[in-house]
């Protein structure tokens, strides 16, 4: 089983910045693609970012380009998202996935097709 953890959500004016982590335990060596989704209030949980295990490939909805960054760390076992120049409509639940499969193996913005999820982490932004 693999565990995540996000962490570093809370509120933030529009203009700012905010950088999310996601931690992950337990059978790590099974993690592959790791992801981002958000869910606002009476909304569907949609894709944010994906990374590939290695890091070298990225992918993001198109709201987010050029806004947002996503990373892991060496071991691959953190992944972090970082948002800049926030708006209102970022305003969400951010979770954290992860897959063990291959992200150019995976239709990566389903939420269906992702494995482990984290609990999520809230994120606020003021206008």
């Known amino acids: 089983q693999v565990q995540l953890v996000e962490s570093g959500g809370r509120l933030v004016q529009a203009g700012g910045s905010l950088r999310l982590s996601c931690a992950a335990s337990g059978r790590t060596f099974s993690i592959n693609t790791m992801g981002w989704f958000r869910q606002a209030p009476g909304k569907e949980r949609e894709f944010v970012a994906a990374?590939?295990?290695?890091?070298?490939?990225?992918y993001y909805t198109d709201s987010v380009k050029g806004r947002f960054i996503i990373s892991r760390d060496i071991a691959g076992n953190t992944a972090y998202l970082q948002m800049n120049s926030l708006k209102s409509e970022d305003m969400a639940i951010y979770y954290c996935?992860?897959?063990?499969?291959?992200?150019?193996?995976?239709?990566?913005?389903?939420?269906?097709?992702?494995?482990?999820w984290g609990q999520g982490t809230q994120v606020t932004v003021s206008s």
């Open positions: 996935a992860a897959d063990r499969n291959a992200l150019r193996y995976m239709d990566y913005r389903s939420r269906w097709n992702w494995g482990t």
């Open positions: 990374i590939s295990a290695n890091g070298g490939t990225t």
